[in-house]
């Protein structure tokens, strides 16, 4: 069992920038692949970013390539989303996950089995 608590979240404007941070409880945090999803208002969830045990490996969804940057510290049993250049369609409520899928990185929801409550990023222009 991990527990998964998100935190950073909040109200900027468009081109502003803030840290999302995941705090893991539980199992070694160095066995699972980490990941971070978003679902804005009537909408499906999607992926954003997606980092492998060590750190070494990351992935992005297109949108968010050269903005967004995912980073873990496995000492400290947290993982980092930088959201940068923020728009008004980031606007979501953003998700950690942790999965134990075998390979270095996962961009699929249904490969996570553990999901933090969310925190609101809101965008304004």
């Known amino acids: 069992q991990v527990q998964l608590v998100e935190s950073g979240g909040g109200l900027v404007q468009a081109g502003g920038s803030l840290r999302l941070s995941c705090a893991a409880s539980?199992?070694?945090?160095?066995?699972?692949?980490m990941g971070w999803f978003r679902q804005a208002p009537g909408k499906e969830r999607e992926f954003v970013a997606t980092?492998?045990?060590?750190?070494?490996?990351?992935d992005y969804a297109d949108s968010v390539k050269g903005r967004f940057t995912i980073s873990r510290d496995n000492a400290k049993n947290t993982v980092y989303l930088q959201v940068s250049s923020l728009k008004p369609e980031d606007t979501a409520v953003y998700y950690c996950?942790?999965?134990?899928?075998?390979?270095?990185?996962?961009?699929?929801?249904?490969?996570?089995?553990?999901w933090g409550q969310g925190t609101q990023v809101t965008v304004s222009s």
């Open positions: 996950a942790a999965s134990p899928s075998y390979g270095t990185r996962t961009y699929l929801g249904r490969n996570y089995a553990y």
């Open positions: 980092i492998s045990r060590s750190g070494s490996d990351v």
């Open positions: 539980g199992r070694a945090f160095s066995d699972y692949i």
